[in-house]
């Protein structure tokens, strides 16, 4: 059964017999052959022949959700015993998005690997939530990072860290004239003068009619730069939709727009030029939604691995709660 759980799966991802042979080592003859047999153990067509690329019945699409629940069942079986070798070795898979593969993640796992140094990690770059839930659901990923809670609802979280959302402007703009005193420096922000209670706040509404770097729709933060407008009854003027906030930060150095960053962005892009150190100047946004939780999701399953449950525990201890500001 599990067999022909892969088989179907690997048609359905790819699109053809032929690629999903290629894919998993066996002969298209072969294959078409199993998946034949199979049909006709359940009295039922799994694929549409006919389309290019082949296509699911709706036999077949209820056949594959219980194929993704044994290949799940099946890596956690393969992770639990294995680990059970040596509670001081293991893997883990995380999947997060580009920017905290870049950052956030990296630094966070330093002291982990030193400390765990047979638990071997790997980072996948995902480009979607969607793409972490399926992975997470799977079992193909023991933890995804991420700052946008919808659709992580049906797993466990574990706080990592708080983030804190600011705006980026460019410096030769006149608004920055009238708003000086709430002005933070590339230095100020690198510092975390920005969480502070006693840092000024500046409205959105400054900024309406000024144009603005968006991320696509479908990023967690066009969706929140879209709420936080909304609270001052505003619609951004947005100049150019982007993919990644280090390429709009990198935009506003150079005039383009405004946006909105989050403040580790920072640590992972160029420092001014010391001729120019206030080629972007950056605000502390008046809005409780400037402020997000970033969690650790994680199946809600019984069975957790030593290599799991070693790093539980180490970012329990390192991060604290979401009540402790970080």
Same mark, same amino acid.
């Given at each position: 059964?599990?067999?022909?759980?892969?088989?179907?799966?690997?048609?359905?991802?790819?699109?053809?017999?032929?690629?999903?042979?290629?894919?998993?080592?066996?002969?298209?003859?072969?294959?078409?052959?199993?998946?034949?047999?199979?049909?006709?153990?359940?009295?039922?067509?799994?694929?549409?022949?006919?389309?290019?690329?082949?296509?699911?019945?709706?036999?077949g699409r209820q056949y594959l959700l219980y194929a993704e629940k044994f290949m799940a069942l099946e890596n956690e079986a393969q992770n639990y015993? #294995?680990?059970? *070798? /040596?509670?001081?070795?293991?893997? &883990?898979?995380? =999947?997060?998005?580009?920017?905290?593969?870049?950052?956030? %993640?990296?630094?966070?796992?330093?002291?982990?690997?030193?400390?765990?140094?047979?638990?071997?990690?790997?980072?996948?770059?995902?480009?979607?939530?969607?793409?972490?839930?399926?992975?997470?659901?799977?079992?193909?990923?023991?933890?995804?990072?991420?700052?946008?809670?919808?659709?992580?609802?049906?797993?466990?979280?574990?706080?990592?860290?708080?983030?804190?959302?600011?705006?980026?402007?460019?410096?030769?703009?006149?608004?920055?004239?009238?708003?000086?005193?709430?002005?933070?420096?590339?230095?100020?922000?690198?510092?975390?003068?920005?969480?502070?209670?006693?840092?000024?706040?500046?409205?959105? #509404?400054?900024? *309406? /009619?000024?144009?603005?770097?968006? &991320?696509?729709? =479908?990023?967690?933060?066009?969706?929140?730069?879209?709420? %936080?407008?909304?609270?001052?009854?505003?619609?951004?003027?947005?100049?150019?939709?982007?993919?990644?906030?280090?390429?709009?930060?990198?935009?506003?150095?150079?005039?383009?727009?405004?946006?909105?960053?989050?403040?580790?962005?920072?640590?992972?892009?160029?420092?001014?030029?010391?001729?120019?150190?206030?080629?972007?100047?950056?605000?502390?946004?008046?809005?409780?939604?400037?402020?997000?939780?970033?969690?650790?999701?994680?199946?809600?399953?019984?069975?957790?691995?030593?290599?799991?449950?070693?790093?539980?525990?180490?970012?329990?201890?390192?991060?604290?709660?979401?009540?402790?500001?970080?």
């Amino acid at each position: 059964m599990l067999r022909e759980a892969k088989y179907v799966n690997a048609i359905y991802r790819s699109g053809s017999f032929s690629k999903a042979a290629a894919a998993l080592f066996i002969s298209q003859p072969s294959l078409s052959a199993t998946i034949r047999r199979l049909e006709n153990e359940l009295g039922t067509t799994l694929f549409n022949r006919s389309t290019n690329p082949i296509s699911l019945t709706d036999a077949g699409r209820q056949y594959l959700l219980y194929a993704e629940k044994f290949m799940a069942l099946e890596n956690e079986a393969q992770n639990y015993f #294995e680990s059970l *070798k /040596n509670s001081d070795q293991g893997h &883990l898979n995380f =999947g997060t998005t580009s920017f905290y593969c870049c950052y956030s %993640l990296p630094i966070h796992l330093n002291p982990f690997r030193s400390k765990y140094p047979n638990i071997s990690i790997n980072l996948n770059e995902n480009t979607s939530s969607e793409e972490m839930i399926k992975t997470l659901r799977l079992g193909q990923i023991d933890f995804a990072l991420s700052s946008n809670p919808v659709g992580f609802e049906e797993f466990k979280k574990l706080f990592f860290l708080k983030e804190q959302l600011i705006l980026a402007v460019p410096g030769a703009w006149e608004v920055n004239g009238s708003l000086i005193d709430y002005q933070l420096s590339f230095k100020d922000v690198l510092n975390g003068r920005q969480r502070s209670q006693t840092c000024p706040k500046v409205s959105l #509404e400054r900024f *309406k /009619n000024l144009p603005f770097l968006s &991320l696509r729709e =479908g990023n967690d933060l066009y969706t929140r730069s879209k709420e %936080l407008f909304d609270h001052v009854g505003s619609v951004p003027t947005v100049y150019m939709y982007l993919d990644q906030i280090p390429t709009t930060y990198h935009l506003v150095t150079y005039g383009y727009g405004f946006t909105i960053i989050r403040d580790t962005t920072l640590h992972i892009v160029p420092s001014p030029p010391k001729q120019n150190k206030n080629q972007v100047v950056f605000y502390k946004i008046d809005d409780d939604l400037a402020l997000r939780n970033i969690y650790f999701y994680y199946q809600n399953s019984l069975t957790i691995t030593p290599a799991q449950d070693a790093f539980m525990r180490y970012t329990r201890y390192n991060c604290g709660t979401e009540e402790a500001f970080s």
